[in-house]
């Protein structure tokens, strides 16, 4: 007899993309940057470790609020500081949604909120783009009337485009609240972060970002959402007390004063991205133009998987993904991350060799 509640017994669980822990693999699969972090960070994470670690840190985490708030020229009380954006996705899906309502996110997209849902017990439906990624609004509309947290990554994984703020107003449920997980949000060309969250039903909507892509701290955890105080203050409820820690949350302060280091190094990623694209295409891949730090390739003659194994074996690690139910049925694919340019090459060299 399992001890577990019947959901957590049905579900598989999510599968997080492989973590090699030794450094002699190019690592083009979790969409981490391949440059260092600031030179900041490490100094702010030094003078946090000689001070007080027996106490614990501010649970409003204010220091980093304040920081955060003026990217988005908001107050700091829109701001929820978060181990991790993925944090804050739990503790929007504790926040707002009871077991029987229901979960909706694009499709295809990032699937860890369909493992969200799961572990809430709540129905999780499928928003099916279109196979250019566009949305059929009309085709939607009766799940996302029916749908309490609706979450769109935009830019969206693995397609790296992104939506603009006429269809994505759109898409706010008419009972629920729309989040805009903008996880890669830095590179790409978005002219007001926030400027939905000011609009008029801006109360519905909640932004989450993170710092561990253009930041270049996947390794630190830490992300935050940004949204009407009120929703900011129920969702503070749910979250742990501490959520974030001295070390984390001195670092993350570092990383947002040091704007010009993030933006040197988005603009490299997007040069090289714009290279990687070119070159996949000349060697007959179908690759959508992206607006993050990864491309999305898929082949019209190859085996997807046989390529992610092929690169393994030559110890370059690439997303090898499968959507099985897509508006056209199952869709494969690869997601490449932007590493160097270095990285870059040697990435095309071996796919040259194999293809
Ligand atoms: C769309 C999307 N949202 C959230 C995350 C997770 O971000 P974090 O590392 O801050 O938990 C990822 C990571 O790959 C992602 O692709």
Known sequence: MSLFRPNIDRMQGYVPGEQPQDSDWIKLNTNENPYSHSPRVAEAIEKAARSRLNVYPDPLVRSFSEEAAKLFNVEPDWILPANGSDENLTVLVRSFVDPGETISYAYPSYVLYESLAEIQGCPCERLLLNTDWSWDLERIRPQ???????????????????????????????????????????????????????????????????????????????????????????????????????????????????????????RQIQATRERLTLALRLLGFDVVDSQTNFVWATHPERDH????????????????????????GLVTGLRITIGTDAQIDTFLEKLKQII
């Open 305 to 328: 998987e046989e390529l992610y194994q092929e690169l393994k074996a030559r110890r370059i690690l690439v997303r090898y993904m499968k959507f099985p139910e897509t508006i056209n």
């Open 144 to 266: 996302v009337e029916k749908t309490k947290l609706l979450f769109v990554p935009n830019p969206n994984s693995p397609s790296g485009t992104l939506w603009d703020n006429e269809t994505l107003v759109k898409l706010i449920p008419p009972k629920g609240v729309l989040v805009l997980d903008q996880a890669y949000g830095d590179f790409c060309s978005m002219p007001d972060k926030g400027a939905l969250l000011k609009g008029e039903h801006g109360s519905r909507i909640v932004i989450t970002r993170t710092l561990s892509k253009s930041y270049s701290l996947a390794g630190i955890r830490f992300g935050f959402a940004v949204a009407h105080p009120e929703l900011i203050s129920g969702m503070r409820k749910v979250k742990d007390s501490y959520n974030c820690n001295t070390l984390s949350i001195a670092a993350a302060v570092a990383a947002l004063q040091d704007q010009e280091w993030m933006l040197k190094n988005t």
